[in-house]
């Protein structure tokens, strides 16, 4: 089984919308992460949570929430879903500063 | 503010045909180097992590190389199962110890 899980895979909604995504992770990491990734841009931070208290903004946050509801748990929310918001969205998980992070599988989402 | 810039953007190799992937960068206090793989429509795969000018390593047909500036992904005689984007990211020691500062990557295709 895959250490980190996305769910869902692909998701089409409609703008104005809230929609969750979820990330678990099995690798026992404390910190946790939310990416997107545009083509041409990059992959850019959204949110990232050093432990269950500890939640904090990336560089692009504005029209997104999150939800640490465990150590292996971490929700990213669109609030009220627009159409640039259409990207793909990576979770990821890391055991320290220093160290590696490691990826999920991503969510495709369309913003219609 | 830490910045890397990978060339070339795009790269067709014939199989069995070395070449070389580069990652400039800036960043203040560098606490590790990164590549990972991307498959279309998949999350990052790690590859390497370097911490220090001289590190270099080798993982089958792959050898990472870094220096104060920049890191080489060296591919000797790639396969067609090599094509894949790259994507290069370093870490820095100034205040924020969580932040991937990632480049646009190069896409990497290897014809039979």
């Known amino acids: 089984d895959a250490d980190v899980t996305q769910t869902p895979r692909n998701r089409i909604t409609k703008t104005g919308k809230r929609i969750m995504l979820e990330c678990s992770q099995t690798?026992?990491?404390?910190?946790m992460y939310w990416y997107r990734q545009d083509p041409g841009l990059g992959l850019r931070l959204i949110y990232y949570s050093f432990d269950v208290k500890d939640i904090n903004k990336g560089e692009i946050s504005d029209g997104y929430s999150v939800s640490r509801q465990a150590q292996a748990k971490f929700s990213l929310s669109l609030e009220s879903a627009i159409p640039n918001q259409t990207a793909l969205y990576f979770c990821?998980?890391?055991?320290?500063?220093?160290?590696?992070?490691?990826f999920g599988p991503g969510t495709r989402l369309l913003v219609l | 503010e830490d910045q890397v810039t990978q060339s070339p953007e795009a790269l067709r190799l014939q199989e069995g045909e070395s070449s070389s992937l580069n990652c400039s960068y800036t960043v203040s206090g560098l606490r590790g180097l990164f590549w990972y793989r991307q498959d279309p429509g998949k999350g990052p795969e790690f590859l390497f992590t370097?911490?220090?000018a001289g590190e270099e390593k080798e993982k089958e047909r792959l050898k990472a190389t870094l220096t104060k500036k920049e890191s080489f992904l060296h591919i000797t005689a790639p396969k067609p199962e090599d094509s894949a984007t790259y994507l290069c990211?370093?870490?820095?020691?100034?205040?924020?110890?969580?932040?991937?500062?990632f480049g646009k990557g190069t896409l990497l295709t290897v014809n039979p």
């Open positions: 990211a370093v870490q820095g020691g100034g205040g924020s110890n969580y932040k991937l500062t």
């Open positions: 370097l911490y220090s």
């Open positions: 990821a998980t890391s055991g320290g500063g220093w160290e590696t992070q490691y």
């Open positions: 690798k026992g990491h404390d910190r």
